[in-house]
């Protein structure tokens, strides 16, 4: 590593490089995937290969390999992404450099309805050519292509196709190159039974897929191909005035050209319906299509390859199935002829339907289109429309069919209509003095249980004022304490005693951390004191810092963190020395010392001893200094005039 990949021959495929470059230093198949992919994948695609940028970084500055040049001439990127906008195609383009990952998914290749080849193929013919011209034979890119069943080099010759899988799912240890495969029977795909005009679509179909892999094609934009067929079926008869495009009448045209056995051959699955698929082009909401599909369409239409991706579509935009607007109103009332016009209609893309609203009557409503039947839901009837209706319903004493006549609609609708708005025409008299009778029993019931219920606890209350509402929902009270708060809720929540506070764990908790802050809070003056005393002591003077005190206290540093002991931090920072206290401090019990001792020094040697020096020096401790200086020296004078020495 690195190794010098062989140089790839026309039209060969990536997985043939490999095999012959595997073959040429006598390496298994682990070993030229460890050398070419640096190990990231276990099998080496066929038709969209990934990771290949990693395969072009392993390989030596001088092989000129671009990835680019990679994925168009030796994998099937071009025939696969023909059909699709360039924006579509470097993203593609860009997967395949990376990990690949989702890619068939992302290309609508599982959804296609279209079988992938299960095993490479290759054309005998071919083999002849390559041996002679080039001293070995390789794996063709083009051979490989979904419907490519005859060599489009040799177009009488059927492509053979060999042992080795090109399934994900079957796992291989070898890498085969053309010259390497074993001496079995070929199996020749079945097109012998198919007739000659099937023979002929065969070819047409090699010769359109090699012209893809052979040429960068793609749609300039999104409904391109629609159009283009859209133009061409015309043509056929199959567009109507309005712009609505006959797709079973397409479908059926296709039925007639391609043979069922033919397509089943080229791959399309059995229970797919696979003209319907074809046909679906012609729609601007079809699916993610594929390549063969488009071939189909394009050799059904007989449009030659250049102009289709050359030309631009006559027709500039998908005319819509209802004709030029504006369209108009279909208000379904009776003797009422609305003169509005509706001038946008919105599509869903959804449903497929098509929304149609009336800006003059409201009437709105939903045209669905599906296999050419058009089917009509009403979303709303507009306010002249439901005018009419509660008119008719509630001033008339014509018959309900009489009425759902007039409004355009089934007399079940209009009930239902009617019953929604609150009309109470169509309820049978029985039934509801059924329903009054009951809800007044119901009302006589309750009405008694209440105030048998109110009594009872307005007693209890009497009785034992202090009562809590657990004793009244648990004792003798139990069944009307309920009954009450089910059915009686404004009258329980003011005469029930409201419910007691209960004292939380975390209130518990609060508490207990406030009885020890308070505690320990007056415990810090004692401490300090025994601090400062403790340093006379021991003749040793710290700095009393909140730390110091701190680790006095017998509790965690971390309880003073979470804000729980407020009092005693804020005795803790008053108490605490500042390091100008700390010094005055320690020259005071100097001073102390060198009187007891009678000792007199200079005041350098003063600020020295007491080991303040430089930044510590600051305005106000040089002047607290001076003061205790002057004093000391003025009482070891005192003492010295007393005891009769002169000292100067
Ligand atoms: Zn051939
Ligand atoms: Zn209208």
Redesign the pocket.
Known sequence: MPNLIPDAYPDELLYSVLARYSSNLQITYTQTIRHVFSGKINKVGFRLPAHLSTLVENLPSWQDYSVEDLISQNTLFRYYTAFTVPDRQSEIMERMKGSGSGLPGFMGLTMSGIREQSWLHI?P??VKADTERYGEPYWHTVHQAPGVLI?P??LD?ALLQTSVSTSSKVSSSQILTVSELPPTKHVTAQIDQLGQIDHDILRDISTISLLLIQSQCNMPHQTWGTLKYREKITVLGLMSPGGMADRSGLKEMLMKYYSKSLLLLLGFKDMEDPWKRIAGLISPHAKRSHTLQHILMILFLKIPLDEFFSQPPSISRVIHPFGKGPWGCKNSLKNFRCLGKIREITLSYRNKSYLFKCESCGYTYAVLVKNSIEKTIVYDYGAIWIEELIKLVTESDRDKSYIADVLGISVTKLMKISKSLGSDRWDSPRYMRGIFARAERKEAVSGERRQQGRQKILNAITVEPNISRTQLATGPYKRHYEWLMRHDREWFDQHVPAPRRHVTDYARLAQKWHAMDVKTALEIPVLVRSLYSLDNERQKIRQITSHEIISHIDLRHGAFRTGKLPLTSAEIKKFSESLEDFHIRKLDHLAIRLMQDGKLISFPRFLESACIFGSYRTEKLMIVANTIYEKYVHSIRLVTIRAGKNIL
């Open positions: 054309c013919e071919c060599c080099y040799h010759t």
